[in-house]
């Protein structure tokens, strides 16, 4: 790029290239910020509304910090259930055929469409004081994983599906006929290629489980300390008329989420420099 003249400030940096020009861009920008950026700006702001101190307050008074320790804990475990679930039912859905395969590959997207308060409800009905099968996980944190590995299924199968049907199957069979085993090959070809896929979609199974109250919200109990979900906690916090403190938990649970997701940003485009440089 040509150094700008003397005494003139260079505003290439502000060139737009693409098809869709600067009313385009202008009208997403706009729409993300009426969207997105104003009411996160708004609940940041009304965080601080007692100063730092007061949101520091907030964040660390023993009851908010049980239940972000609990929610994460419990979306940690969901994360790496779904990681190796996801990929064992993506890895069956399109290495294998078998009867109703149709059906089972629609009802993998059933979470993203049912509304979570109802799976909280057949949940509550399957695992709960009645439970006709004798299973009560009601008001238990193996309640509260089964509730979110429900909501969040789709996300890691979602994700490596793609992978898996794009995949060069001749290099796994070559592996073979060269005398690796199956658990070799899937470890030394198939999963090195898989991993991008499966820790974005764990990831995104992740952010989605730090936030999640619907599918919680009956089976877990919200019982202080043992299982309330800081979402939860959060709407407790809005009952009792402390907005302040509901809103900078809330700023925590963001800022969590933010990082899960930008950190997978990163090991996404360093996964697709790592792929360019190999062609």
């Not at 009867?99 to 993203?112: E, R, S, T, W, Y």
């Not at 009601?138 to 590995?149: D, E, F, H, R, W």
């Not at 199974?205 to 309330?228: D, M, N, Q």
Request: no cysteine.
């Amino acid at each position: 790029m040509p150094a700008a003249a003397p005494g003139r400030v260079n505003w290439s940096w502000l060139r737009v290239t693409g098809s869709v020009g600067p009313l385009g861009i202008a009208t997403a920008v706009l729409w993300l910020s009426i969207i997105v950026l104003l009411p996160l700006a708004a609940l940041t702001v009304t965080s601080f509304d007692n100063g730092w101190s007061g949101f520091w307050d907030a964040v660390t008074a023993p009851a908010a910090l049980d239940s972000l320790r609990i929610t994460i804990l419990v979306s940690v475990v969901v994360a790496v259930i779904n990681v190796v679930m996801g990929t064992l039912i993506a890895w069956v859905l399109v290495r294998d055929e078998f009867p109703g395969k149709g059906v089972v590959n629609a009802l993998i997207d059933l979470p993203f469409a049912l509304p979570t308060i109802v799976a909280s409800i057949v949940l509550l009905s399957l695992y709960g004081p009645q439970s006709p099968i004798d299973i009560h996980l009601n008001a238990t944190q193996p309640g509260l994983i089964v509730a979110l590995a429900f909501v969040t299924l789709p996300f890691v199968v979602r994700s490596v599906q793609p992978v898996l049907i794009e995949a060069d199957r001749e290099v796994e069979q070559a592996a073979l006929s060269l005398g690796a085993d199956n658990w070799t090959t899937f470890r030394r070809i198939v999963l090195p290629t898989l991993a991008p896929a499966v820790i974005s979609g764990g990831g995104l199974a992740f952010a989605r489980a730090i936030g999640e109250y619907g599918s919680v919200v009956l089976i877990g109990g919200a019982i202080p300390r043992k299982t309330e979900m800081a979402s939860q906690y959060i709407q407790k916090q809005i009952e009792i008329d402390r907005p302040v403190n509901a809103a900078a938990v809330s700023v925590t649970l963001l800022a969590i989420s933010f990082v899960a997701l930008f950190v997978l940003r990163l090991l996404a485009e360093r996964s697709a420099r790592k792929e360019q440089a190999a062609r």
